[in-house]
């Protein structure tokens, strides 16, 4: 009768913990095994505890003889052997990085330079291996920053982040977001010899001009028509009249904020105790505010414009559809907007913002007129999944 029958406290103990700790399944069957055989099980016992034959119980059993730990994990060389070698895989996958859209032109490409043919789900997995994943390309800047100006202005902005911490100053992040009424033009099914026709809508770009704050706080204006350095600056005249304390307002550095009218306001904001500072060049995920205007866009208009409720013309708003917003998120985002809605507990600027999104457009009061309120906590008091993805940073280099 084939037993194990030396084997020390030590080698013991160390095979309970493997049995016990170790994340590979064969490994805790073959350390049971071998203390199952020290304590005496035949081989016909242990056959029917595990599930296998006598010959695979002798292997374990003389794998351990021989080579001890390492005999609980299998050899290479079981198995299938690859298509294609270390080097011929290499060379897949810098073909699949040059053309990423496209597995049918990897696949030409292995027959025409190695004379082989292999499957789609093989180069799948190959790619797979390095953690390549099949997902929506983005937009990018168009340029990168330059070096000295992010090594002379990360560290300025992470102090400002602590004195804000520390209750000195107040910081605010300042962009402008826009659309304008034309759809976009969508993929659909369509019968045969038919085309399904968008109506022209026209209509002039609305804009939002918005200073948000760490603790979720919105200051926000719509404008109708173009942003112009004048109405950044009127902006920040009415922000001045709110400040408390210190308030540092970040902002990229798009043309209307470096104009030279704007740089002469610099000085009379000062004394207001506003002072601007200019993010890197090309760095939009420093802003924070920018995460809330593409949540804005790609998340929650896409999600409300599913819902079936009419457009409350009878509030006296001029609407602007905005149909070239993309499809995301859950219904789950679209009913918390609804709920708050029906709340008292919004404000009443925040329930025009939201009857705005339900209707699937943006609102002004009147047209060519402005309107600006500040949402005290609107976001954590009504919409905690944008707060929750807000706080994530969504993958992006931002801390909260």
């Known amino acids: 009768m084939r037993l194990i029958r030396d084997l020390n406290p030590e080698s013991q103990k160390m095979l309970e913990r493997i049995y016990r700790a170790s994340k590979h399944h064969q490994v805790r069957e073959r350390a049971k095994c071998i203390l199952l055989s020290f304590q005496g099980t035949t081989i016909e016992e242990l056959s029917g505890i595990f599930g ?82 099949w997902k929506r390309v983005r937009r990018g800047v168009a340029k990168t920053p330059d070096e000295w100006e992010l090594e002379v202005k990360l560290p300025i902005l992470e102090e400002l982040k602590k004195q804000e911490k520390r209750g000195e100053i107040e910081i605010g992040y300042l962009d402008e977001m826009g659309g304008d009424s034309k759809p976009c033009i969508p993929d ?24 948000m704050k760490r603790d979720n706080q919105l200051f926000y204006e719509t404008q109708v028509g173009t942003v112009t350095s004048e109405i950044v600056i009127n902006f920040l005249d009415k922000y001045c ?34 002072k601007i500072f200019w993010l890197p060049t090309y760095s939009p995920h420093l802003n924070l505010i920018e995460i809330l205007w593409r949540f804005l866009k790609f998340d929650i208009l896409a999600a409300v414009k599913r819902t079936a409720i009419p457009k409350p013309h009878d509030l006296g708003f001029c609407f602007f559809p905005e149909g070239f917003f993309a499809p995301a998120l859950t219904d789950l985002l679209c009913s918390g907007l609804m709920v708050a809605l029906q709340t008292d507990t919004a404000s009443p600027a925040a329930k025009i913002f939201l009857l705005a999104l339900i209707s699937r457009s943006w609102c002004v009061p009147q ?34």
């Open 188 to 211: 659909a099914w369509q019968e045969e010899k038919t085309t399904i026709k968008l109506p022209p809508i026209e209509g002039k770009r609305l804009n939002i001009l918005g200073i």
């Open 52 to 133: 296998v034959t006598r010959k695979t119980i002798y292997n374990w059993l003389t794998a351990w003889e021989d080579r001890k730990l390492i005999g609980f994990y299998n050899r290479r060389g079981r198995g299938r052997k690859p298509k294609l070698t270390e080097a011929q895989g290499q060379q897949v996958i810098d073909w699949v990085k040059e053309e990423p859209k496209s597995l049918k032109k990897i696949q030409i490409k292995i027959v025409e330079e190695g004379k082989l043919t292999v499957s789609k789900d093989t180069i799948k997995r190959l790619i797979k291996k390095i953690n390549m994943r």
């Open 367 to 400: 047209i060519g007129q402005s309107h600006s309120r500040t949402f005290n906590g609107i976001f954590s008091a009504i919409c905690p999944q944008l707060l929750h993805r807000l706080e994530l940073g969504n993958h992006l280099s931002i801390s909260m």
């Open 241 to 274: 009249q709110n400040i408390q304390k210190k308030t540092v307002i970040i902002i990229d550095q798009a043309s209307i904020h470096t104009s030279e009218a704007f740089m002469e306001k610099l000085e009379e904001w000062e004394k207001k105790n506003l």
